[in-house]
């Protein structure tokens, strides 16, 4: 095993493989695969909460690659980015085991072939080898991650109602079932708190697992294609369902069965998904419907056209090649670049001055250079004489031989940013010119808002809820005399956002070495005086005594107050510091202390550090992100009550200040 270059670890870097028990089963499961494992035990209890143990009977770690098994960037799957061309295997990151080590305790059983008796490793928070003792299992790993998110209450709290805890385990479900379909002859078993939720055996074909997954009434509703596209070497397979096949048993309202494959991983992909549900309404159903159908589809493209990199869950594969793209997405080809914007939002936030400062200057020379290039290209180009002895400017190939020029140069990490920089513009020129076709029918609005109108409308500004569309993001409202469209996705976003920035209480570690609070350190007596004006906790006899404030301890500072001769000798050390957010530290408790002696600031809502803020509006993305795909009626009238009741008229957009509402026209007086 390695430990990746530097350059590479920042391409690959990223904090968020771990947002979920589904994201932990995920990265487990993936790494038995890569293992070579036939044979896969799934046991969770307490939704995974309290425990997640994922046994397999792949060929094992060696003894010598287990110090570094879990410590981050180390991988024994590639040896540097230039082997992401040939991919083969799930993971390549050397991050997840390391990722699941912040946010549980892990413990790891494996043997090899070649070992006498299996060795069970007790793993610290870093990924390091705690201790080790001597086991009994047979060959193969096993990685028990136990109290998961107890350090992160943000993400714990979320799964705080049982519908979620559920939804969670479907998840799981879901997911174990995809492997199961596109590796048939793997057994996997499920058990949740000793019950075996699902189970499949080995079988020998596709159509086989499929079988046992979706039943044989599902199965005898599909078909098998096949297809093969020589120039662009896709090859294309799996079942659909028949033109004639009974609809009850191949749709559903959600898109749990509709399994799409990329290169062996299983993909969230929005567009593919859009194009085949458009196909199966428009072919099938003969009928535009909310269905999705059942379906298994899988893509096999040029390891070099597929960028698995783009998120860390790596569910959202992108494919580069645009004509291979055009062959699958007619419609809306880059709805899937949102996720990139958000994630590389989000790096981008946790960067310091000085690397925003560096990424910028390199920015702005790949810009000159690529201008260069382009100018280059397009020279080029136009010396290709034409028969009348003109010479002709072919922009467009000149851009794809300034692209390949660009490429060819491209040695560092740089590039991979810039592109998905570039998609992020890309997609906010798109959004400008996002045109939907919406069904709307005046007459039913206009019956259905007199109904309303008595009881919702003697009250002021009262929101009424009509009807959604056929996008989970878009409801459709009247305030008053104005329709709009509502999107709950991003009025749930800011409510979470609101609630952590109020509440979230950010866990302090100890530190090694306390350090000492004094004047000059703060230049001055200014910050000191609040200090002491602080109340501390209930003073132990003999014991330390603590800084109780909850604007210091929600942000993650833990004071001790160590008592002088006299009370004006006192002085205070920070003994504890949050160590979720890097280069968190005296600034930011100078941030605090301002925030109080400056503005009055009173709550701790009102005292949040910058680095605080951007990190809790990371948080609340990240989860909002894991709602359910389909609310109810009930949900979004939750969801309105709540907006009102948390917002008044205040906030009106989420936490990237994109707005709750759009506004679609004004209904004529009807009296
Ligand atoms: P990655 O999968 O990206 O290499 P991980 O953190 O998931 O990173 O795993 C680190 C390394 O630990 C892997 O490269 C592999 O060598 C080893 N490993 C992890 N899980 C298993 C397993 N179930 N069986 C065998 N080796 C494993
Ligand atoms: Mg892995």
Redesign the pocket.
Known sequence: ?KQLPAATVRLLSSSQIITSVVSVVK?LVE??L??GATSIDVKLENYGFDKIEVR?N????KAV?APV??VKY????ITSHEDLGNLRAY????????SICCVAEVLITTRTAADNFSTQYVLDGSGHIVSQKPSHLGQG?T?TALRLFKNLPVRKQFYSTAKKCKDELKKVQDLLMSYGILKPDLRIVFVHNKAVIWQKTRVSDHKTALMSVLGNAVMGNLEPFQYHSEESQIYLSGFLPKLDADHSFTSLSTPERSFIFINHRPVHHKDILKLIRHYYNVKCLKESTRLYPIFFLKIDVPTTDVDVNLTPDKSQVLLQNKEHRAQFLIENPKTNFEDATVQIEELWKTLSEEEKLKYEEKATKDLERYNSQMKKAIEQESQIPLKDGRKKIKSASAWSLAQKQKLKTSLSSQPKLDELFQSCAEKKRIENIKIIQVPFSMKNLKINFEKQKKFDLEEKDELCLIHNLRFPDAWLITCKREVMLLNPYRVEEALLFKRLLENHILPAEPLEKPITLTESLFNGSHYLEILYKMTTDDQRYGGPTYLSDPRLTANGFKIKLIPGVSNTENYWEIEGMANCLPFYGLMDLKEILNAILNKNAKEIYECRPRKVISYLEGEAVRLSRQLPMYLSKEDIQDIICKMKHQFGNEIKGCVHGRPFFHHLTHLPDTS
């Open positions: 095993m990265e790494n038995s890569d293992a397999d792949g060929e094992g770690i690659d098994m879990a180390y991988t024994s799957k993971g390549f990151r050397g991050e997840a085991l390391g790993t990685v």
